[in-house]
């Protein structure tokens, strides 16, 4: 049996990677910081796990002692997380880490992370230009997130053994820390039946389910070689789609308002609202055999219900999250919808 090593397992991303190899019959490792973050159901599959630092040299040889057929790197965003890997390349059949589409710079140098969007004129290929690398490691920040990963990115690629870099955009799926769902369901579930949408709902951000990327990283896995490939949902879901999606599974009504284009800033923000619109270009997966376990609408159900089935203190800890600050102000609904035209956008 193959063996696999899924370097941050514990995650909404790792653990959906692990379940895909394990059904796919590889011999799964996983590593983390805590052992009581490991999901019970990895554990109940065959899944094993080992306590790790994945930043400490000595923690990673310990890992990888053996050799191993494939390491999913989910937690790698330096240069020098990536130059763990690639001098250990040696003993391994291939490697598949997780970049981000926050490398990616339109003609003007504005990227996902800048303060005026980037305009890319239509859906983003891998051949489109890169921000410049940043090696110093300083990565938590808007715009050192996206240059670190493409030194990551660079350090990897130049490693002894096939390497995948997969790029994907705004992951969902079941155990995320930060649901965007979050957003409609917390409305839904306050009985708010009207949603005003920025730019008529036709915002959108493409999103990736996590089993999406799991099947994708299973192909690479599969079909080792040294690539770049996007990875996000089959379809492009405007901000509009993604609303009607989560509302249809909570199986509420939501009237979708869709404000002009020249309202103010403030009135119908969303996780979603990127203007304008940025999806990936999918067809380089495609031509490597890679079939997606389903659409957005498809796929976003099972954290819909995750999501229903919060204690209130669960709830709660959501709310209060840095990244919802703000979004709850149903003022500020109030006002867009008061003064929004009366031809709603319904759906």
């Known amino acids: 049996m193959a063996r696999a090593i899924v370097l941050g397992v514990s995650g909404m991303t790792g653990r959906a990677i692990a379940r895909e190899l394990i059904d796919a019959e590889w011999d799964v490792t996983g590593t983390g910081r805590d052992p009581a973050h490991?999901?019970?159901?990895l554990g109940a599959s065959g899944g094993g796990f080992v306590q790790s630092d994945r930043g400490d040299a000595v923690?990673?040889?310990?890992?990888?002692?053996?050799?191993a057929d494939l390491v999913v790197d989910c937690v790698a965003y330096t240069?020098?997380?990536?130059q763990l890997l690639a001098d250990r390349a040696a003993d391994l059949g291939s490697v598949v880490a997780l970049s981000s589409k926050a490398v990616y710079?339109?003609?003007?140098?504005?990227?996902?992370?800048?303060?005026?969007?980037?305009?890319?004129?239509?859906?983003v290929a891998e051949?489109?230009?890169?921000?410049?690398?940043?090696?110093?490691?300083?990565?938590?920040?808007?715009?050192?997130?996206?240059?670190?990963?493409?030194a990551m990115e660079r350090t990897l690629l130049a490693a002894s053994c096939p390497v995948s870099i997969l790029r994907p955009s705004r992951i969902h799926g079941?155990?995320?820390?930060r649901p965007r769902e979050w957003f409609i369901v917390r409305r839904l579930r306050d009985r708010r039946t009207r949603l005003p949408l920025a730019h008529g709902g036709r915002t959108g951000n493409h999103p990736t389910a996590a089993v999406n990327l799991a099947r994708l990283v299973r192909v690479c896995a599969e079909r080792p070689a040294?690539?770049?490939?996007?990875?996000?949902?089959?379809?492009?879901?405007?901000?509009?789609?993604?609303?009607?999606?989560i509302?249809?599974?909570?199986?509420?009504?939501?009237?979708l308002v869709g404000l002009d284009d020249g309202v103010p800033d403030a009135w119908g923000r969303n996780p979603w609202d990127t203007w304008p619109p940025f999806f990936l270009d999918m067809s380089a997966a495609a031509e490597i055999g890679y079939m997606p376990v389903g659409t957005y609408a498809e796929t976003v159900a099972t954290t819909v219900r995750e999501l229903l089935a919060l204690s209130p203190a669960a709830a709660a800890a959501i709310d209060a999250d840095p990244f919802f600050e703000g979004r709850f102000d149903y003022a500020l609904d109030d006002a867009a919808l008061a003064a929004a035209s009366t031809r709603p956008s319904s759906r």
């Open 127 to 150: 051949t489109t230009a890169a921000l410049e690398p940043d090696y110093s490691g300083e990565y938590r920040s808007r715009l050192g997130y996206g240059t670190n990963k493409v």
């Open 59 to 67: 923690d990673l040889d310990a890992v990888l002692a053996g050799g």
């Open 38 to 41: 490991f999901p019970d159901e």
């Open 226 to 245: 040294t690539r770049i490939l996007n990875a996000a949902d089959p379809d492009t879901p405007s901000s509009a789609d993604i609303a009607q999606a």
């Open 79 to 82: 240069a020098a997380h990536a």
């Open 105 to 123: 710079v339109d003609a003007q140098g504005r990227h996902s992370n800048s303060d005026d969007p980037p305009d890319f004129g239509g859906p």
């Open 174 to 177: 079941p155990g995320s820390a």
């Open 247 to 255: 509302a249809e599974t909570v199986e509420l009504p939501l009237e």
